[in-house]
């Protein structure tokens, strides 16, 4: 079983529409990314989270520690947000360095 | 804004050679990070490296690999005798802290690999 679970796994939406992306883990996380990563492959870091909400423009992401579940939420959506959406969290403990990557959800934004 | 660096954008090589994909990281930074992604699949943890030395490596790290920072400002991932399974897009990245919390992840654009 995937430790990071995202939903859903594709979205198209209109131009304009209000957008929320899903991640659920089971494992003990000191933080949590939010990444994109654009058609040509390359991975731009939006947020970084270990309790609570941020917001950037548009962009919103929360997490429930308790609850181990994170969102990311767009409003106003334009085509150029088109990108997959993945979440990373980083494990609790000794040999945590790397992150554990979700599979993504690939987001169509059409005009 | 300072960036991370790799080159080549695209690399193609038979089977059995030694590659180098080559990446700078952002100048005050400290830790870095090797990833890879095979086509169409989620991206993977390699190796994190920290003081010159690797500070924690995945199962996918084996003696084919190895990373090394040759000066001080370019970070190095060689894979010894390419495997077709080596195909992938390789993501070097950096941070300035270990812990997240002050310290976010900065990507570069990725290598892809091809191996023939």
């Known amino acids: 079983k995937n430790e990071v679970e995202q939903s859903p796994q594709n979205l198209t939406a209109q131009e304009g529409e209000f957008i929320t992306i899903n991640c659920s883990y089971s494992v003990g996380i000191s933080a949590l990314h939010w990444l994109q990563q654009h058609p040509g492959g390359g991975i731009v870091s939006l947020f970084m989270?270990?309790?609570?909400?941020k917001k950037h423009g548009r962009l919103i992401a929360t997490i429930n520690i308790q609850e181990k579940h994170s969102s990311l939420h767009i409003t106003a959506s334009h085509p150029r947000d088109s990108a997959v959406y993945i979440c990373a969290v980083r494990k609790w403990g000794g040999g945590a360095d790397g992150l554990t990557f979700g599979k993504g959800t690939h987001l169509i934004i059409q005009p | 804004e300072p960036e991370v660096t790799q080159t080549p954008s695209h690399q193609v090589t038979q089977m059995g050679q030694e590659v180098i994909l080559r990446c700078v990281p952002i100048?005050?930074?400290?830790?870095f990070y090797w990833y890879r992604q095979i086509l169409g699949q989620k991206v993977e943890f390699l190796v994190s490296?920290?003081?010159?030395?690797?500070?924690?490596k995945s199962e996918i790290f084996d003696d084919q690999f190895s990373v090394e920072r040759p000066d001080g400002s370019n970070f190095t991932l060689k894979i010894r005798s390419t495997k077709l399974e080596d195909s992938a897009m390789y993501f070097c990245?950096?941070?300035?802290?270990?812990?997240?919390?002050?310290?976010?992840?900065?990507f570069g654009n990725g290598t892809r690999l091809t191996v023939t």
């Open positions: 990245a950096s941070s300035e802290f270990k812990r997240d919390y002050n310290s976010p992840l900065h």
């Open positions: 989270l270990s309790s609570g909400k």
């Open positions: 100048s005050n930074h400290l830790y």
């Open positions: 490296f920290y003081n010159n030395e690797i500070s924690e």
